[in-house]
């Protein structure tokens, strides 16, 4: 059981992204903010856009629907960063825009096992101003993009394998 479906009756964070609608429970928002710059990371998952430094710590950035061209896009509106909190820590979102808080009445998905990976953060819906909004899960957001950063790094090229991994007993032993 989630948060989400204890509390139905809990205020949520609005935002776009990409033209869709998602909510988040409000309790869950760290803080919103125009988008500062964003360092990319080299061989990263395509969801992960870079670090952001903000309020004195480093943070991942995300963007729920893959890596956004930042460098090319001209739009007149700048991005938010969207900052959630969750156990295993910050992490941001990068945003088109927040649309506000506001009460929501919600409509649960009772699957527990998702056709698609990324479906599993979708755990309702509703509307919001005639917009089909998909209600998300932090916690269950974070825990897979964690995981998708974990399998990405496991697999590092040979070279980089060879100078960052441990010494097995045995070599310690030999030097």
């Not at 760290?30 to 964003?38: K, Q, Y």
């Not at 007149?76 to 910050?90: A, C, E, F, M």
């Amino acid at each position: 059981m989630t948060d989400l479906e204890s509390h139905p009756n809990s205020s949520f964070c609005l935002f776009s992204s990409k033209g869709n609608v998602f909510a988040c429970a409000a309790t869950s928002v760290r803080s919103v903010a125009v988008c500062p710059d964003i360092t990319p990371l080299p061989k990263s998952n395509s969801a992960l856009l870079g670090l952001v430094y903000q309020q004195k710590e480093f943070l991942p950035v995300f963007d729920l629907g893959g890596r956004t061209k930042l460098l090319e896009s001209k739009s007149k509106t700048p991005h938010q960063l969207l900052t959630l909190s969750v156990d295993d820590g910050d992490f941001g979102l990068l945003v088109d825009q927040v649309l506000g808080l506001d009460m929501l009445e919600t409509s649960y998905a009772t699957s527990s096992s998702p056709l698609h990976e990324w479906s599993g953060i979708v755990v309702g819906s509703a509307t919001y101003r005639d917009q089909f909004v998909s209600v998300i899960e932090p916690a269950t957001l974070a825990s897979l993009l964690k995981e998708r950063l974990e399998q990405g790094w496991k697999q590092p090229d040979a070279l980089a394998e060879i100078a960052l991994r441990e010494p097995t007993d045995a070599e310690a032993l030999a030097n």
